[in-house]
């Protein structure tokens, strides 16, 4: 079996902030296979910006262990950065320089020749979208622009392995898709594996091949995203009837068909969270017009990711995200993964 590209090993990060020890990352285990997309979620604060700065040899871990394109993060911290790109929350570019220049810099930066860092470039400004703004000066370039700039940079040196922390963020919906298909394009054409935080659900459930959920330092959960809302969520089915005595009627009819609990929802209706909703509605239905109960209408609403974290934490990821827990340690985190937030590696 090949090596995995990434390879952790109880990988913990902990912090003094106000005189208080925060375990921003705590006992963070995975492997992940060359040629993956996966997709890392959580609230702000649960420590993927962190994770991602470990793994990119930005920050040393407190304890534990990582191989990263089979290269210890720490003792061989200078050949990870050979063999990845990486690209934060901030814009990377030199305001001043103009786009093409900019990118030739960063091949410098990894030691490309001149000549080879312009057709690297070049290749890149077409493959990107770049052409148009490529003279402009990077302080010039709109958000979703300077995304893609950003993009470019980490991919200058051609590496097999991208991370990317929050790559959308700030994005309109039109800048969003155009870059998820660069980002697609680019993993079809030279097979990168990428590595990627974000706050956008519907991204990773459409995208990444795995999904990989932290909390509060720790990673609470990790399949694919199929398999995590079938097992975790379930589709929501509702059944709607004439009245409340005919959806009470209704409950002991549905419950016998399925093992998860029937309820009573709002007004003359039925509810339940099941995962396997094509198949058990209508079964309902029929069920229920065997017993004399009429469906008035019926509806299944696929789950979402955020419907996978609030059956692991009884909170959606919105909600935690907003909120802190009474240590503190989600301002904390916070704090730690401002203070260090950096654009591509050099």
């Not at 709002?266 to 004399?292: C, F, H, K, Y």
Request: aromatic letters at 4%; hydrophobic letters at 45%; charged letters at 25%.
């Amino acid at each position: 079996m090949a090596e995995p590209i990434i390879e952790t090993a109880g990988l913990t990060k902990r912090f003094t902030v106000k005189k208080k020890t925060v375990a921003a990352v705590t006992d963070l285990t995975f492997h992940v296979a060359a040629g993956e997309l996966v997709a890392f979620l959580g609230p702000n604060g649960a420590g993927k910006s962190t994770s991602l700065r470990m793994l990119t040899t930005l920050l040393p871990p407190t304890e534990g262990t990582a191989r990263v394109v089979g290269h210890d993060i720490v003792r061989d911290a200078g050949a990870v950065r050979a063999r990845i790109g990486y690209v934060g929350q901030l814009t990377s570019g030199s305001f001043a320089q103009r786009v093409r220049d900019e990118l030739i810099s960063q091949g410098a930066f990894y030691g490309m020749a001149r000549a080879a860092a312009r057709i690297r470039a070049d290749a890149l400004i077409e493959s990107l979208d770049l052409a148009s703004f490529a003279t402009r000066a990077v302080q010039q370039l709109s958000g979703g622009q300077k995304r893609r700039l950003d993009i470019a940079l980490g991919l200058m040196h051609a590496p097999p392995l991208l991370f990317l922390d929050e790559p959308s963020t700030g994005l309109d919906p039109q800048s969003r898709a155009n870059l998820w298909q660069h980002i697609l394009d680019l993993r079809a054409e030279h097979g990168t594996t990428v590595f990627l935080t974000t706050h956008y659900l519907d991204e990773a459930d459409r995208y990444a091949e795995r999904v990989m959920v932290m909390d509060r330092g720790r990673v609470i959960a990790d399949d694919t995203a199929a398999a995590l809302k079938a097992t975790l969520a379930g589709d929501v089915l509702t059944l709607r009837f004439a009245s409340d005595a005919d959806a009470d009627r209704a409950v002991p009819v549905v419950q016998a068909l399925t093992d998860r609990p029937v309820r009573r929802e709002g007004a003359a209706s039925v509810a339940v969270t099941a995962p396997d909703g094509e198949r058990l509605l209508p079964q309902a239905v029929r069920a229920l017009d065997a017993a004399g109960v009429a469906v008035r209408r019926a509806t299944g609403v696929p789950p979402t990711l955020d419907d996978v974290f609030l059956a692991l934490t009884g909170r959606t990821l919105r909600e935690a995200g907003e909120g802190t827990d009474a240590s503190g340690e989600a301002d904390a985190a916070d704090a730690v993964d401002a203070a260090g937030q950096t654009g591509v590696v050099r």
